[in-house]
């Protein structure tokens, strides 16, 4: 068997900006099931357990909208030099 000539590339760990939006998307509707978690235990009565749920839900909201957005503008993501070849 023969070496190849090039030497390998070290292996980095890339998302694609699919997978980036879709975790984003994940967190934000994670963060909307928490917001109405609190809502319901607001509504029950119990506003020691909605005074948590509601801002964990709302930063969760935030983060998953910001991570999916910042995906999609091309902040985040794989990226490869200009030299190297597309895949």
């Given at each position: ?23 984003g998307?994940?967190?934000?509707a ?15 009565g ?25 995906a999609?503008?091309?902040?985040i993501g ?7 070849p597309?895949?």
């Amino acid at each position: 068997m023969e070496t190849s000539v090039k030497p390998r590339r070290a292996w980095t760990f890339s998302l694609s900006a699919e997978a980036i939006i879709g975790i984003g998307t994940t967190i934000g509707a994670l963060g909307i099931l928490a917001l109405l978690l609190g809502c319901a235990e607001g509504l029950r009565g119990v506003t020691a357990v909605a005074a948590i749920w509601l801002p964990v839900g709302a930063v969760m909201f935030i983060a998953g909208g910001l991570t999916a957005a910042a995906a999609w503008t091309g902040k985040i993501g794989r990226r490869r030099p200009a030299s190297d070849p597309a895949v």
